[in-house]
C-alpha cells in the first residue's frame, strides 16, 4: 500500500527521494499511483522520473516506474538515497572552492562528489572509483583524478598497488571515506584490497573523515581499515547508539548530521551525558 502524502508542494528533491524510496519498495509502481502518493500531477511525476532515470536510480516502462536492477553499484545507491544525500549535502559544506579532496568508492561518496559538483567551483577530486567519476561526468565545473589500479567490476572501483604508488603523487586536506561497517575498533571493509587502497589513499590525506548511516554504524564487517585514532569526523543521518557514540568521543572523533527532515525524529541514543576522554 503507498501512503498518500497530503502536503502539496514538495520541493524537488525532496519529492524525488520519496519518490524513489516508493519505487525501492514496490519494485514497480504506476505513474498514477506515485502521483497520488506524492500529491502532484502525472506530469510532474513524469518529469520526476526522466530526472532519476538520467542518472540510473531507476527505469521506466509504458506508464511505470521500476527499480534498476541491472548494475549493482547504482542499485546499492537506490536504497536509503535520502538519509545518504542529507549526509552527502551537509558533508559538502566542509569543503571549499577550489580545495582538492579525496574520496573512496561507496554510495555516499558518490552522493558527495555530485553535491561538490553542483554547489562548489574548482574543487578538484581525486578518487579510485570509477563508478563515482562516471557518475559525475556531466558536470563541467568539477576536475575528477581517477587512480589506476587493478578493476574490481562488481564495486566499480580501482584496487592493488598502483593505487598507492598514484596516491602518493597527489596531497589533499580531506579524505572522505563510506565504510562497510564498524566495530570496537573502528571502521571496517567488506573487502580486503579496498581497505588497502583506503589506507593507501588516505597516507596523502590530512583528515579521515567518514560518511555512514547509523545503520553501517550499527553492523560490523569483514576487515579491520581505520582505527579510531585515526579518524578525524564523522557524518552520519541520526545520533548513533550510546556506546558507539561514547566510543566516538573518547577518540575525540567529531560527529556531524544534517539537520532531521520535519516528522522525522528518530534516535539511537538515549543515554544522557557524553563519555569521559
Not at 542499485?75 to 579525496?102: C, D, P, W
Not at 580486503?192 to 590530512?206: F, G, Q, T
Amino acid at each position: 500500500m503507498l501512503v498518500i502524502c497530503r502536503k502539496g508542494g514538495l520541493y524537488r528533491h525532496i519529492r524525488q527521494t520519496k519518490l524513489l524510496d516508493i519505487v525501492n519498495r514496490e519494485q514497480k509502481v504506476s505513474v498514477t499511483d506515485l502521483a497520488e502518493a506524492l500529491n502532484v500531477s502525472e506530469v510532474t511525476i513524469r518529469k520526476d522520473l526522466t530526472a532519476l532515470e538520467q542518472k540510473g536510480l531507476l527505469h521506466r516502462e509504458h506508464g511505470y516506474a521500476v527499480m534498476s536492477a541491472s548494475n549493482e553499484a547504482l542499485h546499492q545507491l537506490s536504497f536509503n538515497y535520502e538519509r545518504k544525500r542529507r549526509i552527502a549535502v551537509r558533508a559538502a559544506e566542509s569543503v571549499k572552492n577550489g580545495e582538492t579532496v579525496m574520496l573512496t568508492s561507496g554510495t555516499c561518496c558518490t552522493l558527495l562528489a555530485e553535491e561538490l559538483a553542483i554547489q562548489k567551483n574548482d574543487v578538484t577530486i581525486i578518487t579510485n572509483s570509477a563508478f563515482l567519476a562516471a557518475f559525475i561526468r556531466k558536470y563541467p565545473k568539477t576536475h575528477v583524478i581517477l587512480l589506476g589500479g587493478d578493476y574490481q567490476n562488481d564495486a566499480q572501483v580501482l584496487v592493488g598497488p598502483l593505487v598507492r604508488a598514484c596516491a602518493s603523487q597527489f596531497s589533499a586536506d580531506k579524505i572522505f571515506v563510506s565504510p562497510d561497517g564498524f566495530g570496537e575498533q573502528g571502521s571496517m571493509s567488506a573487502n580486503l584490497v579496498r581497505a588497502e587502497s583506503s589506507r593507501a589513499m588516505a597516507e596523502n590525506a590530512n583528515k579521515i573523515i567518514l560518511l555512514a548511516e547509523t545503520a553501517t554504524l550499527d553492523r560490523k564487517s569483514l576487515v579491520q581499515e581505520f582505527p579510531l585514532d585515526k579518524i578525524d569526523c564523522i557524518y552520519t543521518d541520526a545520533q548513533p547508539r550510546c556506546d558507539t557514540r561514547n566510543q566516538l568521543e573518547h577518540h575525540g572523533v567529531q560527529i556531524e548530521m544534517p539537520p532531521q527532515p520535519q516528522g522525522l525524529t528518530e534516535s539511537h541514543c538515549t543515554c544522557q551525558g557524553k563519555a569521559s576522554s
